[in-house]
């Protein structure tokens, strides 16, 4: 038996971050909980260049998703099962979210959550290489602007200059609706990834009231309804039960004020679910006790699904790269049609890739090669919403996973990728890429025709990893929404939650920052109004 203070599941974005801040009070007793294993010292892990070694690895839970009726039913959603979570894991892009996004989530009931509160905490968590008041230079997270190395890079925005995207700076204080540039990642100058892990736990390890556990998977949370406890709003979460070793025998952890939940926008509603908090009638397929009927729970599933067109290059791609994903390109292509109903944001971004990317592409059938760079439009508002559900009601199951991609009644979402698809197209036949841009691999200059393209995205579109939604915060009286604007779990006490899950709606751009940024404020909010025991 193990008893803190505070015990934070997961240690990915967000929740080491939680974790870093709560135990800046040395008062208080912090533990951070991680599944997987530590980073420290992993080179595979901590040099950002070899990110993509890690997809599908022995560092991911490589979750696949359920059948799609109008998507990709071979992709898989890859999680990052270690300290840092998907920030240790995936590149490491890093945009502040546009100052309408988070106004946009308080006018969806999560009171408090704005442009004003927000940017504040992006400034303090960051230190950043980039010029501008608003930045910060003294937070833990590091931010560099990646320089012009890639020439066929370089071509390519000149060829965006051609096409009428101008080259702009990101994490401006403006929004960019059309532009181009190189990223900002988070990124240390010795090529380290700035993951939560590296900039918010690393440094703290030797700190006498925290305490790191790894390789400490939680099955459940452990709630209580005893007179002694102050369960005026329901159940209070005491603790969770963990399995550390390889024989599933489980040990109680205890937590004396909360239980913070940052399992990710996948396995925090999978948690939820199998501790008796979730729809009734789905718990009760699986045999669970309903704690709480909370029919939100594992809704709202959000992502940024991404189509792919790649040619062969006539020169030499780098051999050298900070990240290999280096560029984003925005634009709002359906602007004036009456389909847009975020003015003010782009609908489409892509990303640049310099090396092959045919995971999606060789299986049907779609010529390759090994000198090649890739655009990947995305859909930065995506209007198809999914689900996570139970697959049993044992936790070592992966849950079921379906984002039911391209399935919006509108048709918005194909009508971008499509758009996007006809966009990469004229920016490679721009006269600054006639050096670079050889034969179209995928789709093919044959595929030519709405029809053709919204057929070969439906086959072959990846995703950029960024699913949210899922446990959304939202007003007291919104019965979809699990959560209150202060992140509190309705309907028991002492349990909160703090990811992308927490996201009313994804953020228009990569959404890694901003799910720190939540970690940032979560703890701000505990620390504002702590949750205790009775007579505490």
């Given at each position: 038996?193990?008893?803190?203070?505070?015990?934070?599941?997961?240690?990915?974005?967000?929740?080491?971050?939680?974790?870093?801040?709560?135990?800046?009070?040395?008062?208080?007793?912090?533990?951070?909980?991680?599944?997987?294993?530590?980073?420290?010292?992993?080179?595979?892990?901590?040099?950002?260049?070899?990110?993509?070694?890690?997809?599908?690895?022995?560092?991911?839970?490589?979750?696949?998703?359920?059948?799609?009726?109008?998507?990709?039913?071979?992709?898989?959603?890859?999680?990052?099962?270690?300290?840092?979570?998907?920030?240790?894991?995936?590149?490491?892009?890093?945009?502040?979210?546009?100052?309408?996004?988070?106004?946009?989530?308080?006018?969806?009931?999560?009171?408090?959550?704005?442009?004003?509160?927000?940017?504040?905490?992006?400034?303090?968590?960051?230190?950043?290489?980039?010029?501008?008041?608003?930045?910060?230079?003294?937070?833990?997270?590091?931010?560099?602007?990646?320089?012009?190395?890639?020439?066929?890079?370089?071509?390519?925005?000149?060829?965006?200059?051609?096409?009428?995207?101008?080259?702009?700076?990101?994490?401006?204080?403006?929004?960019?609706?059309?532009?181009?540039?190189?990223?900002?990642?988070?990124?240390?100058?010795?090529?380290?990834?700035?993951?939560?892990?590296?900039?918010?736990?690393?440094?703290?390890?030797?700190?006498?009231?925290?305490?790191?556990?790894?390789?400490?998977?939680?099955?459940?949370?452990?709630?209580?309804?005893?007179?002694?406890?102050?369960?005026?709003?329901?159940?209070?979460?005491?603790?969770?039960?963990?399995?550390?070793?390889?024989?599933?025998?489980?040990?109680?952890?205890?937590?004396?004020?909360?239980?913070?939940?940052?399992?990710?926008?996948?396995?925090?509603?999978?948690?939820?679910?199998?501790?008796?908090?979730?729809?009734?009638?789905?718990?009760?397929?699986?045999?669970?006790?309903?704690?709480?009927?909370?029919?939100?729970?594992?809704?709202?599933?959000?992502?940024?699904?991404?189509?792919?067109?790649?040619?062969?290059?006539?020169?030499?791609?780098?051999?050298?790269?900070?990240?290999?994903?280096?560029?984003?390109?925005?634009?709002?292509?359906?602007?004036?049609?009456?389909?847009?109903?975020?003015?003010?944001?782009?609908?489409?971004?892509?990303?640049?890739?310099?090396?092959?990317?045919?995971?999606?592409?060789?299986?049907?059938?779609?010529?390759?090669?090994?000198?090649?760079?890739?655009?990947?439009?995305?859909?930065?508002?995506?209007?198809?919403?999914?689900?996570?559900?139970?697959?049993?009601?044992?936790?070592?199951?992966?849950?079921?996973?379906?984002?039911?991609?391209?399935?919006?009644?509108?048709?918005?979402?194909?009508?971008?990728?499509?758009?996007?698809?006809?966009?990469?197209?004229?920016?490679?036949?721009?006269?600054?890429?006639?050096?670079?841009?050889?034969?179209?691999?995928?789709?093919?200059?044959d595929v030519v025709t709405d029809e053709e393209i919204a057929d070969y995205v439906s086959r072959t579109h990846n995703t950029v990893y960024h699913p949210a939604g899922?446990?959304?915060?939202?007003?007291?009286?919104?019965?979809?929404?699990?959560?209150?604007?202060?992140?509190?779990?309705?309907?028991?006490?002492?349990?909160?939650?703090?990811?992308?899950?927490?996201?009313?709606?994804?953020?228009?751009?990569?959404?890694?920052?901003?799910?720190?940024?939540?970690?940032?404020?979560?703890?701000?909010?505990?620390?504002?109004?702590?949750?205790?025991?009775?007579?505490?």
């Amino acid at each position: 038996m193990k008893s803190f203070d505070y015990v934070v599941v997961g240690g990915g974005s967000a929740g080491a971050a939680v974790a870093a801040r709560l135990s800046e009070n040395p008062e208080m007793s912090v533990a951070l909980l991680e599944a997987g294993p530590t980073d420290v010292d992993n080179e595979q892990i901590l040099q950002l260049n070899r990110w993509m070694e890690l997809l599908e690895s022995g560092y991911d839970w490589d979750y696949p998703i359920e059948p799609q009726s109008n998507g990709n039913s071979f992709m898989r959603h890859a999680r990052a099962k270690v300290l840092g979570g998907c920030s240790s894991h995936n590149s490491c892009i890093a945009f502040w979210p546009p100052k309408e996004d988070m106004d946009e989530w308080e006018a969806m009931g999560a009171t408090g959550w704005n442009a004003d509160t927000a940017w504040p905490l992006l400034k303090r968590l960051e230190t950043n290489d980039a010029a501008g008041d608003h930045h910060g230079a003294e937070g833990p997270v590091h931010l560099m602007t990646i320089p012009p190395e890639d020439p066929c890079g370089v071509a390519l925005l000149d060829a965006c200059e051609q096409t009428g995207i101008p080259r702009v700076k990101f994490n401006s204080g403006s929004t960019v609706v059309t532009g181009a540039n190189f990223f900002q990642i988070n990124r240390r100058a010795d090529g380290t990834r700035a993951s939560s892990s590296v900039s918010y736990i690393h440094p703290i390890l030797e700190r006498e009231n925290f305490t790191l556990l790894t390789d400490t998977w939680v099955r459940r949370i452990l709630f209580s309804t005893d007179s002694g406890q102050d369960h005026t709003g329901g159940p209070r979460a005491t603790g969770v039960e963990v399995v550390d070793n390889a024989f599933g025998r489980p040990s109680v952890i205890t937590a004396n004020k909360e239980v913070i939940v940052s399992a990710g926008a996948i396995d925090s509603p999978k948690l939820l679910m199998l501790s008796g908090i979730g729809p009734a009638e789905h718990l009760a397929e699986h045999g669970i006790e309903v704690l709480v009927n909370s029919p939100g729970v594992g809704e709202n599933l959000q992502d940024h699904p991404e189509a792919v067109i790649a040619w062969e290059a006539a020169q030499p791609m780098v051999e050298q790269s900070y990240q290999w994903w280096e560029i984003g390109i925005f634009a709002d292509t359906l602007e004036g049609t009456g389909s847009s109903d975020r003015p003010g944001r782009p609908d489409l971004m892509m990303h640049y890739g310099s090396v092959p990317f045919d995971m999606h592409t060789l299986r049907q059938g779609y010529p390759t090669s090994t000198n090649t760079f890739c655009l990947t439009p995305n859909i930065t508002h995506a209007k198809s919403r999914g689900t996570v559900r139970l697959r049993s009601r044992d936790y070592r199951d992966k849950p079921k996973v379906d984002p039911r991609y391209f399935t919006d009644a509108e048709g918005h979402d194909m009508r971008v990728a499509v758009a996007g698809i006809k966009l990469a197209r004229e920016i490679a036949a721009q006269p600054a890429m006639a050096e670079w841009a050889g034969e179209e691999l995928y789709p093919g200059k044959d595929v030519v025709t709405d029809e053709e393209i919204a057929d070969y995205v439906s086959r072959t579109h990846n995703t950029v990893y960024h699913p949210a939604g899922t446990v959304r915060m939202g007003s007291e009286d919104d019965a979809m929404s699990p959560l209150t604007p202060d992140l509190k779990v309705k309907g028991v006490t002492g349990l909160r939650v703090a990811d992308a899950s927490v996201m009313p709606e994804l953020t228009t751009v990569n959404p890694n920052i901003t799910t720190m940024m939540i970690g940032e404020r979560c703890a701000d909010l505990v620390r504002t109004h702590p949750k205790t025991v009775a007579g505490d």
